[in-house]
C-alpha cells in the first residue's frame, strides 16, 4: 500500500516538473506549429546553468531561485536569438523549422559536453526546502513536494498570463488561426521570437528546478525530450489545460510504468502517444490536427 | 440521358450551412453554368460533386450511377475531370510532364515501377495532343514555372481535357485572364465537342453568358433560380440576389 | 550531359580499383561504411526526398533488420536463412510502420515517425531477453557466398561496392518511372493527384515498403561489418544522421545521398580523431544546409559553380514546403 502511495506522490511530482518542460514546448507547438526538437536540449542547458550557478563553479554561489530564473532569462535570450537569425530564414516551412531545430540540439547538446564535460553533476536542493514531510509512516522529501508547488505557480501565472493579458491574447489568436490573426493587425513572427523565448526559458527554469533530483549529465536531453513530445500529443497542441493533464497522466505512466513493467517502460509510454496521434491527433484539449 | 444529377446535397461545417438541399439535373452534352455571389457555395458544390468534400446528406449520380459514396480519386475514372480556381499545377516540372501526369492518372500503367515514363511514345504522342488542343504545343516543354498565367490556364484545361472525360468541371476558368487570353479560352471551350458535358462556375458574365445553355443560380447555398438564358436573366430574384442585399 | 557522363565513369573507376589506391585497411573500412550507409540514405530518401515524407524514425527499421540477422544468427541459423528471414521480418516491420505513419501527412508525419522510433529504441533497450539491451548481440561470422569469405576487409568492400551500385540503379529506374513521377506528384500536390485519379495513400505505402527494403539490406550489411548491434543504432540520433545524409547531399537527387553519407561517415570516423566534437560540427552542417543550401550539396555546388555564393543564397528554393492534409 505505502508503495503505491510514494509512487502515486512521485507520480504527481514528476507531473509537475513535466510541466514546467512542456508547457513551453507546447506554447511553441501551438504557436508555430513545430514540435521544438531542440527543447530537451535547453531543459539540460538550464540545468547545467543551474550547476554551475548554485554549485559556485564560477567562484560565486548563487541563490537557487536567482539561478534558476537567471538560468531561465539566458536562456530565453538564447532563444530569441535563434528564433530571429535561425527559423525566421524559414518563414512558412514547418519542416525545415523542424530540422534546424534538430540539428540545433546536436549542438546544445555537444556544447554542454564540451563545457561541462562528462561526468554527471549534480544541483544542491536548496536550504529552504531540505529535509522531509512525514505522513503518517512514510517521508517525502520536501522537495519533491514543493515541485508541485512551483509548478502550480507557473501553471497559474501562465494561465494568467494568456489569459488575462493583451500579449496573452495575441497569442491565443495566434494559435487559433495565424492568417487571421495577421490580417488583423498582430504581429506574429514579433510573437514567434517572443513565444520561442518563452518556451526556452519555461525550459531551462524546469531544467535546474529538476536538476536536485535528476542530476545533470550528457544525455539529459535525450530523456527529456520525448516526455515534453508526449505530454504535449497527448494533452493536446497549444492548449495549457492539455499540458497540465498530460503532464499528470504522463507523470503516473512513467513512474507506475518503470516500477512495474520495467521491460515495456518505453513501450507504455509511448503507446498512448501513438493512439492519440493516430485516432484523435488534436489531443484530449487540443487546439488543433499536427 | 441525365448526365449529372445531384439530390438534396447537404453539407455544413459546425453551424454553417454550405449547402442547402441543391438539386441538380444537366442533361448529357448539355453546357451549364453555375453563377452566384462570392460564398454562395459554388465551389464547395464542385467539391461535393467530385468527392473532396464527403457530403452530408443526398445523393450524386453520374451517367445514371450512383456515386455518392465513391472516392474522389475514383472519379476521374468514371469519367469526371476538374479544373481549378487556384492553380495547383506541379510548377517544378514542365508543362508536358503535367500533361503526362493527368494521363498517367487514368492508366494501368501508372503502378510500374520499371518502365521510362520519358520513353512511352504514346503517353507523350497523346500528351502533345493534349496541349495541341490548347494551343500550347510549341512550349510543351517549358518548365510551368516559366510560363504565364494565362498559358498555366489552358494547362489545367489540357489536363483536364486529356482526361477524356464526360462530364468536365471547370471552376472560374476565366479567372484573372486578360481579355486576349480569356477570347483564346472561350474559344477552346466553344470547340469541345458535345459528347462532353460541361459544368462552368464563373463570374465574368460576359464570356460566360454565351456558353451557357441553361444557368444555375446559387445563393447562400441554395438554388434560387434555374433556366434558360433569357428566362434567368428576366428572373426578378436574380436581381434581388445581385442587387438586393 | 558529357560532364555528367565523365564524372560518373571516373568515379566508377575510383570506386572499383579503391582497394588497391587506398591507404590502409582502415581507410577501406571507412569506404564499406560510406556505401552501406549510402544504401541506407537511399532508402530513406525515396521517401523523405521524392516523397517530401521526412521519416525520423528510419534508424529502427535499419535497427530491426541489423538485430533480427544478429539474433538469428546467434541462435543457430546459417547465414542465408538469417538473412532471409531477417528481411521478411524487416519488411512486415515497415509494412507496420508505413500503415501506422501514413496516417498522416508534413509535421504530423515527422511525430508518428519519431514516436515510432522511440517506441523500437525503448523495446531495443528495455526488452533484454530478446535484444540483450544495453549489451546488445555480438556477430562474429561473415557469410561466405560462393566460397568467398568476407572476412578481409577488401571483400567485404565489393560486397557493399556491388549492393551499392544495384541500389543506385534500382532508383535510378524508379525515378523515371510512372509510379516515381506519381511519387512525386503526391509529394507536390497530394490533393491534386487525388483528384487526378491516383491513390496517394497506396503510393506512399509501395514507396515506403521499397524504402524499408533498401535500408533493411543496409542494417544487414552494417551488422555484418559492425560484428556488434546494440541500441545506440537505432537511437533518435542515428535517425537524425541519416535525414543529414540526405538533405545534406541532396534530397531527391541520385547521388545526394552517398554524398550526404560521406560527409556524415567522414566527419565521424576520420575528423574525429582530430575534433572531439562532431556532433556540434553536424549540427552545424545540417542547420547550415537546411537554411542556406536547402536542396543539399550535390545541386547546391552545382549552382554555387555556375552562379557565385550570393546568388546561390538569394534563390534557393523552398524544399520543405508543408506536406499538406493527409489524402
Not at chain 1, 544542491?124 to 512525514?134: H, I, M, N, Y
Not at chain 1, 545533470?216 to 493536446?236: C, F, K, N, S, T
Not at chain 1, 509511448?270 to 488543433?288: E, I, S, T, Y
Amino acid at each position: 500500500m505505502s508503495f503505491y502511495l510514494v509512487l502515486t506522490v512521485n507520480s504527481i511530482t514528476f507531473g509537475g516538473l513535466l510541466f514546467l518542460l512542456s508547457s513551453g514546448f507546447s506554447l511553441i507547438f501551438g504557436l508555430m506549429r513545430i514540435p521544438n526538437l531542440t527543447h530537451g536540449s535547453l531543459f539540460m542547458l538550464g540545468a547545467y546553468f543551474g550547476a554551475t550557478f548554485v554549485g559556485g563553479l564560477l567562484g560565486f554561489v548563487f541563490n537557487f531561485w536567482i539561478a534558476a530564473l537567471l538560468a531561465a532569462v539566458l536562456v530565453a535570450a538564447f532563444g530569441a536569438v535563434l528564433e530571429r537569425l535561425l527559423l525566421r530564414q524559414l518563414p512558412g516551412q514547418p519542416s525545415a523549422q523542424v530540422l534546424v531545430t534538430l540539428g540545433l540540439s546536436f549542438m546544445v547538446a555537444d556544447f554542454c559536453l564540451m563545457v561541462w564535460g562528462g561526468d554527471p553533476l549534480s544541483v544542491q536542493t536548496p536550504d529552504s526546502l531540505v529535509g522531509f514531510v512525514r505522513l503518517g509512516p512514510l517521508a517525502f522529501p520536501l522537495y519533491r513536494l514543493a515541485i508541485i508547488g512551483i509548478a502550480a505557480v507557473v501553471a497559474i501565472g501562465l494561465w494568467l498570463l494568456l489569459d488575462r493579458t493583451r500579449i496573452g491574447a495575441m497569442i491565443r489568436a495566434g494559435v487559433d488561426d495565424p492568417d487571421m490573426a495577421r490580417v488583423v493587425g498582430i504581429r506574429v513572427s514579433q510573437l514567434f521570437t517572443t513565444v520561442f523565448a518563452l518556451g526556452a526559458g519555461l525550459a531551462a527554469f524546469a531544467g535546474i528546478i529538476g536538476a536536485p533530483i535528476l542530476s545533470v549529465y550528457p544525455g539529459l536531453d535525450q530523456d527529456m525530450l520525448p516526455l515534453a513530445l508526449v505530454v504535449v500529443i497527448i494533452g493536446g497542441s497549444g492548449s495549457l489545460l492539455g499540458s497540465f493533464f498530460g503532464s499528470i497522466i504522463i507523470g503516473f505512466i512513467y513512474n507506475f510504468g518503470q516500477a512495474l513493467l520495467p521491460e515495456l517502460a518505453y513501450f507504455v509510454l509511448f503507446l498512448p502517444m501513438l493512439l492519440v496521434l493516430l485516432f484523435k491527433p488534436q489531443g484530449l484539449f487540443g487546439r488543433f490536427v499536427p | 440521358m441525365s448526365a449529372l444529377t445531384v439530390s438534396g446535397l447537404r453539407k455544413s461545417f459546425g453551424g454553417l450551412h454550405v449547402t442547402k438541399n441543391v438539386n441538380l439535373n444537366v442533361e448529357s452534352g448539355e453546357r451549364r453554368l453555375i453563377i452566384g455571389p462570392n460564398g454562395a457555395g459554388k465551389t464547395t458544390l464542385f467539391n461535393l460533386i467530385t468527392g473532396e468534400i464527403a457530403a452530408d446528406g443526398g445523393s450524386i449520380q453520374l451517367l445514371g450511377k450512383d456515386i455518392t459514396q465513391v472516392p474522389a480519386r475514383r472519379r476521374p475514372h468514371l469519367g469526371m475531370a476538374r479544373t481549378y480556381q487556384i492553380i495547383t499545377l506541379f510548377a517544378q516540372d514542365s508543362i508536358m510532364h503535367n500533361v503526362l501526369l493527368a494521363l498517367l492518372g487514368l492508366s494501368r500503367s501508372r503502378w510500374n515501377p520499371l518502365m521510362d515514363l520519358g520513353r512511352q511514345r504514346h503517353l507523350v504522342e497523346e500528351a502533345h495532343q493534349a496541349l495541341e488542343r490548347v494551343g500550347l504545343g510549341h512550349i510543351a516543354d517549358r518548365p510551368l514555372a516559366q510560363t504565364s498565367y494565362g498559358e498555366r490556364r489552358r494547362v489545367e484545361i489540357a489536363m483536364a481535357l486529356a482526361q477524356n472525360p464526360k462530364v468536365l468541371l471547370l471552376d472560374e476558368p476565366f479567372a484573372g485572364l486578360s481579355i486576349d487570353e480569356r477570347r483564346d479560352v472561350q474559344k477552346l471551350l466553344l470547340a469541345i465537342p458535345r459528347d462532353v458535358t460541361m459544368v462552368m462556375i464563373e463570374h465574368n458574365m460576359d464570356v460566360a453568358l454565351d456558353f451557357a445553355d441553361r444557368i444555375t443560380l446559387l445563393h447562400f447555398g441554395e438554388v434560387i433560380v434555374e433556366g434558360t438564358r433569357t428566362e434567368v436573366v428576366a428572373d426578378p430574384r436574380t436581381r434581388e440576389v445581385y442587387l438586393g442585399h | 550531359m558529357s560532364a555528367r557522363i565523365v564524372t560518373l565513369v571516373v568515379g566508377a573507376v575510383l570506386l572499383i580499383t579503391l582497394p588497391f589506391w587506398m591507404p590502409g585497411v582502415y581507410y577501406l573500412n571507412v569506404a564499406s561504411q560510406i556505401l552501406f550507409y549510402a544504401v541506407f540514405a537511399i532508402g530513406l530518401n525515396i521517401l523523405a526526398g521524392y516523397g517530401g515524407l521526412v521519416s525520423l524514425g528510419h534508424a529502427a527499421l535499419f535497427g530491426i533488420a541489423a538485430y533480427a540477422t544478429g539474433y538469428l544468427l546467434q541462435h543457430g541459423f546459417g547465414h542465408p536463412a538469417a538473412i532471409l528471414i531477417a528481411l521478411v521480418v524487416a519488411m512486415a516491420s515497415t509494412a507496420l510502420y508505413a500503415v501506422l505513419s501514413l496516417r498522416a501527412s508534413g509535421i504530423g508525419y515527422i511525430m508518428i515517425t519519431l514516436a515510432l522510433g522511440e517506441i523500437v529504441w525503448g523495446l531495443a533497450y528495455r526488452w533484454i531477453s530478446v535484444t540483450g539491451g544495453d549489451n546488445g548481440i555480438s556477430v562474429h561470422v561473415r557469410p561466405e557466398p560462393f566460397g568467398i569469405a568476407l572476412t578481409s576487409a577488401s571483400a567485404f568492400y565489393y560486397t557493399c561496392l556491388i549492393v551499392f551500385a544495384l541500389s543506385t540503379a534500382m532508383i535510378a529506374i524508379f525515378v523515371r518511372s510512372p509510379l516515381g513521377a506519381a511519387l512525386k506528384g503526391t509529394r507536390d500536390q497530394p490533393r491534386r493527384m487525388n483528384a487526378l485519379g491516383y491513390h496517394v495513400w497506396a503510393i506512399r505505402f509501395w514507396a515506403s515498403m521499397l524504402s524499408g527494403l533498401l535500408t533493411a539490406i543496409a542494417g544487414i550489411l552494417f551488422v555484418y561489418y559492425n560484428q556488434f548491434i546494440s541500441p545506440q543504432t537505432l537511437a533518435l540520433t542515428a535517425s537524425a544522421e541519416v535525414v543529414l545524409m540526405v538533405i545534406a547531399g541532396g534530397a531527391s537527387t541520385l547521388f545526394g545521398p552517398v554524398v550526404g553519407a560521406a560527409l556524415v561517415v567522414i566527419v565521424k570516423s576520420v575528423v574525429s580523431g582530430y575534433l572531439t566534437r562532431w556532433n556540434f560540427l553536424l549540427g552545424a552542417i545540417f542547420v547550415a544546409i537546411v537554411i542556406l543550401m536547402p536542396e543539399g550539396l550535390v545541386p547546391g555546388t552545382v549552382r554555387l559553380w555556375k552562379l557565385g555564393w550570393r546568388k546561390t543564397i538569394a534563390r534557393r528554393p523552398k524544399i520543405f514546403k508543408a506536406g499538406g492534409p493527409p489524402v
